[in-house]
């Protein structure tokens, strides 16, 4: 179809990679470009779909791509990022756990190329975070505390949301955040933000049952990336534009 985005998928074989996949199906305007995986994966030069087969090497794959988005580790995420910037090629990453060193890289790659960084990509978190800041504006004398609750799987703790939820709070009305994190069984994501003061608890949680909405957002993302100038994006760059 003509005017279609090309969009290459680095970890398209793990959960999100497979979601964003099956997300970007039913976007007219983006189209699977290319996928990657890790060196030595088992499933290596297997045809996704018509023109598309499961790579290792970046440097082809950016080649006929405008877009990429990433669920990977970090040191992976910034071996790619690093081959888009020199590409030209704008970047959508969901990756957590990156250091200040790090940061810096995400920082520099932004100068080149337009670059959304977002430990979370649903529409609900953005919401969340939103009500946050205002119940942490409107309740200063109240204790703040997070609890998120994962999947045994997951890598991180705490959760790169609970970070940035934690971060809106410590900003918007200058509370101490406790977070506690959680592993266990096939949690897909929960997290609670609470305030909590005499006679009074205001609990402001989001459950998340599928990985669906979180796709949808990541498909947003590549969107809104696309036609960006260069520079470093959140996901409330990403909403007011939707």
Do not use: W
Request: proline share 4%.
């Amino acid at each position: 179809m003509a005017g279609e985005r090309r969009v290459l998928v680095v970890g398209a074989l793990g959960r999100m990679g497979i979601c964003v996949r099956a997300a970007l199906a039913e976007e007219p305007s983006l189209r699977l470009g290319a996928a990657l995986e890790s060196p030595g994966h088992p499933r290596l030069g297997e045809t996704l779909e018509e023109g598309v087969v499961l790579g290792d090497d970046p440097r082809p794959a950016l080649a006929v791509c405008e877009v990429a988005i990433d669920f990977s580790l970090p040191a992976a995420t910034l071996a790619t990022l690093r081959a888009a910037a020199a590409a030209g090629v704008a970047y959508v990453t969901g990756t957590t756990g990156f250091s200040a060193e790090q940061d810096e890289s995400l920082n520099q790659a932004a100068r080149k190329i337009a670059l959304v960084v977002a430990s979370n990509m649903s529409r609900g978190v953005y919401t969340l975070s939103r009500l946050t800041e205002l119940a942490a504006q409107a309740l200063p004398d109240h204790e703040a505390a997070i609890v998120e609750i994962h999947h045994n799987k997951k890598v991180d703790a705490p959760s790169g949301t609970a970070l940035q939820l934690a971060a809106t709070v410590e900003s918007a009305g200058g509370h101490q955040v406790e977070i506690s994190a959680v592993r266990g069984g096939d949690v897909v994501g929960e997290h609670q933000v609470m305030f909590l003061g005499p006679g009074e608890q205001i609990i402001l949680t989001h459950r998340a049952t599928t990985r669906e909405h979180f796709c949808r957002g990541a498909v947003a993302a590549v969107r809104f990336v696309a036609g960006a100038a260069p520079g470093l994006y959140s996901m409330a760059d990403v909403f007011k534009e939707d």
